[in-house]
């Protein structure tokens, strides 16, 4: 299918829709109303109310979803089309959102490690805890740092509304098209709740094993070492909340939760042969080194009034701590010897980050006295960030310890005019950042075979202090002249951190002053869109037009070595998104569409005109999705495909064999409700398609260990019982 076929195929649309219904419990609103609170837009004012692209999927829609796939970001990439195709990995690199970096979040609390930027923030909660995930599209800084191509956020089960004990549990088992013993997995997951008067706690625990993955031809799936595997891996989720109402506005929350998935270490990489189209595989052995390990801790405290002084006040303070452990490759690799340590080529060594945050919250919200049409929000964010990447082999520091500072007073307007047909909204955010790096030393320079270039230089590097202070300001103007139709128009800057780590680990040359280092200043995008959507009767529609640059932005690169460094340039993206969802005449039937097509470029002669298309690490491909979903009494289903258009690179530098070719893949779901708990049976890539995923066939055409074939036909069983 090619992208004139999509396009013909939607223009009959002309709108869209989620891609999932918004069954989200309803809460009051500012203006009295019951609507769904999007928690990560940092206002309690409907979605309708704000000009923003937003989608919700709720707890139905991602069970069915972590039945099929197995991880929150395979859910939201299947569901959002101008999302990348995952790359079945424990790694999302490369993984975009309208061609940009989205900022993962659990509660508001950020996830992401921009300073180095491990891509492993995808995996830091298991689905089963999660009730709820919030997108929100497009650069913007209502969290602050890393949300330039959007926002992921994770809202946690909430407080048990009834008297008395009550929970969920699952079991799930997984198993290849062959029904293999290597490629057998399980799931049990637990969560026990209790609610006394003004009292409540919610405890649980999943545990989930993986077995060995299979591609649609029954050949095991590469094992990618160094950036870690979701096959072949063991994963421990622990979640606690503790909730005490003081008034009956009031509330005081206490949310832990803990996550390490841990590779078993059983196999071996495969070569594969990219020029004669053999996918990369795996076979029994035992790498050196520590397995690839994800870990990630986190606690937040929160205090929120509904009615405090007539307004709504939130406040949180939380601590999250990351350790990503990446992968021993079997023969010693160029970039971490050391003459000085050991004789060239027999150094072993393996990197992992170390990333802590504690940052706190603060925000109110209220309708003007005697001006109710205006509403205003005033608020406080501060953040700490320290983050450094060390060989646990040697002790070394790769990446030196980097401390980011950032404290952003902020305030929001949202005006109703003429009885809600017409709606101004805008606001500013004051950001002050500091980055703090000790004078420091780089990996010494080494070479891979004796003709190509040194990896490091070697080279003593001043500290310092940079700074970074602007105002990011946002707007937009909403006109709904009939109820459930709107059309918004919308302008937004965000901001990230450049991954400072790949950089200052990267430095060559002598003389580099950290003080006045462009390379770590950060990248503000300014994200414009317009949109339409209808939500009336049968009919969930809308449509986006959107484009963002960024005149000192990021494209990550890959080397020689597959490292990938990072490149400053003048970034700039542009997009449309489609999507329809229609309840049919038959009871319990829904059909749903969705496409996105996505162009990005940069300037990669630095003379301020972009000419270079954004590579398969930096942007996703076109995409359309299709899907027929049924629920009425016990019985749900859905059946989905998603298409992904073929696509070329073009730049001075193209290389065809990056070309895309494109693939197809369907899912299904069917659940069925007992007395005793329901039951599933989910089936990802029912047809059993073979084919390349999509980071591995746009990247390193000459790497025979970076030829990824996606998970063929995989059977999920599945019952689940809430009491």
């Known amino acids: 299918m090619n992208r004139k076929f999509a396009l013909a195929a939607l223009a009959c649309t002309a709108l869209s829709s989620p891609a999932v219904a918004q069954d989200v419990a309803p809460a009051a609103t500012a203006e009295g109303e019951d609507a769904i609170v999007v928690t990560a837009a940092r206002t309690i004012l409907p979605p309708s109310a704000l000009p923003l692209t937003i989608d919700i999927i709720d707890k139905d829609a991602l069970d069915q979803q972590l039945a099929i796939s197995g991880s929150v970001t395979d859910a939201v990439s299947t569901l959002t089309p101008s999302f990348s195709p995952t790359r079945q990995k424990l790694s999302g690199s490369g993984e ?7 900022l993962y979040a659990i509660n508001g609390i950020p996830q992401s490690t921009p300073l180095r930027d491990g891509s492993r923030d995808g995996f830091t909660i298991d689905g089963f805890f999660v009730d709820r995930v919030e997108v929100i599209f497009g650069s913007n800084a209502l969290q602050g740092i890393g949300g330039t191509g959007g926002i992921i956020n994770q809202v946690t089960v909430g407080a048990p509304a009834e008297e008395g004990v009550s929970g969920r549990t699952l079991l799930q088992a997984t198993a290849d098209n062959d029904f293999s013993r290597a490629g057998m997995g399980g799931k049990a997951a637990g969560l026990v709740q209790y609610k006394a008067g003004r009292f409540d706690a919610s405890v649980g625990a999943a545990y989930e094993l993986r077995g060995l993955f299979s591609d649609g031809e029954g050949r095991p799936v590469g094992i990618n070492l160094t950036q870690g595997e979701t096959m072949d891996s063991k994963a421990l989720s622990l979640f606690g909340r503790f909730g005490y109402a003081v008034t009956d506005t009031m ?62 006040f939130v406040s949180q303070i939380f601590w999250n701590r990351s350790r990503d452990t990446f992968g021993g490759e079997p ?20 990197s992992q980050n170390r990333s802590r945050k504690i940052g706190g919250k603060l925000s109110y919200e209220r309708a003007v006295p005697g001006f109710e049409a205006l ?21 070394r520091a790769w990446v030196p310890p980097t401390e980011f500072r950032s404290f952003a007073p902020f305030g929001q307007a949202n005006l109703k005019l003429l009885d809600g047909a017409l709606r101004l909204a805008g606001g500013a955010r004051y950001e002050n950042v500091k980055i703090k790096i000790a004078d420091y030393h780089t990996l010494a320079a080494t070479t891979y075979d004796g003709s190509d270039p040194a990896t490091y230089g070697g080279v003593d ?79 969930d529609a809308s449509a986006t037009y959107f484009w963002s640059t960024s005149k000192n932005g990021q494209r990550l690169r890959a080397g020689g070595d597959g490292i990938f460094t990072v490149q400053r ?32 470029q940069s ?54 064999r990056n070309d895309f070719e494109g693939y197809m893949l369907t899912d299904a779901f069917l659940r069925y409700q007992t007395s005793l708990g329901g039951v599933s049976l989910a089936v990802q890539n029912l047809f059993d398609k073979q084919y390349i ?8 055409p000459t790497d025979n260990f970076f030829n990824f074939a996606g998970r063929g036909r995989t059977f999920t069983l599945g019952w689940d019982y809430r009491f």
Do not use: C
Request: net charge negative; charged share 25%.
């Open 96 to 102: 975009t959102l309208r061609g940009r970096a989205p």
């Open 251 to 312: 509330r005081l929350d206490l949310i832990a939760s803990r996550f390490e998935l841990e590779g078993d270490g059983d196999y071996a990489p495969v070569a594969g042969d990219k020029l004669g189209g053999l996918p990369t595989s795996a076979e029994p052995g035992l790498p050196p080194g520590v397995p690839a390990t994800n870990r990630t801790e986190s606690v937040a405290l929160s205090l929120t009034d509904t009615d405090l002084g007539g307004g709504n």
């Open 331 to 350: 023969n010693p690799i160029a970039s971490f010897q050391d003459p000085t340590i050991a004789p060239a080529g027999t150094l072993f060594d393996q």
């Open 375 to 395: 509403t205003l929000i005033a608020g406080f964010d501060a953040l700490w960030d320290e983050t450094e990447q060390r060989l646990i082999a040697t002790g």
């Open 461 to 539: 590097v001043a500290g310092g202090s940079p700074g970074f202070e602007d105002v990011l300001i946002n707007g937009g103007i909403i006109v709904e002249p009939l109820t459930g139709i709107r059309a918004y128009a919308s302008y937004a800057e965000g901001y990230t951190a450049p991954d400072v780590g790949r950089i200052t680990r990267a430095v060559e040359e002598t003389g580099v002053d950290i003080d006045n280092f462009l390379d770590i200043s950060p990248i503000v995008s300014n994200n414009r869109e317009i949109g339409i959507e209808a939500k009336r009767g049968p009919l």
């Open 569 to 600: 340039e003048r970034v700039e993206i542009e997009g449309l998104e489609i999507n329809l969802s229609v309840r049919m005449p038959i009871d319990g039937l829904t059909l749903s569409t969705g496409y996105a097509h996505i162009t990005g």
């Open 603 to 656: 300037d990669t002669d630095d003379d301020g005109v972009v000419e270079t298309d954004l590579d398969g690490a930096n942007i996703s491909p076109d995409r359309l999705n299709l899907a027929a979903a049924y629920a009425k009494g016990p019985l749900s289903a859905r059946v989905q495909t998603q298409f992904y258009l073929s696509r070329s690179f073009d730049g001075p530098d193209r290389d065809p």
């Open 693 to 700: 995923s999509y980071a591995s066939d746009t990247q390193r």
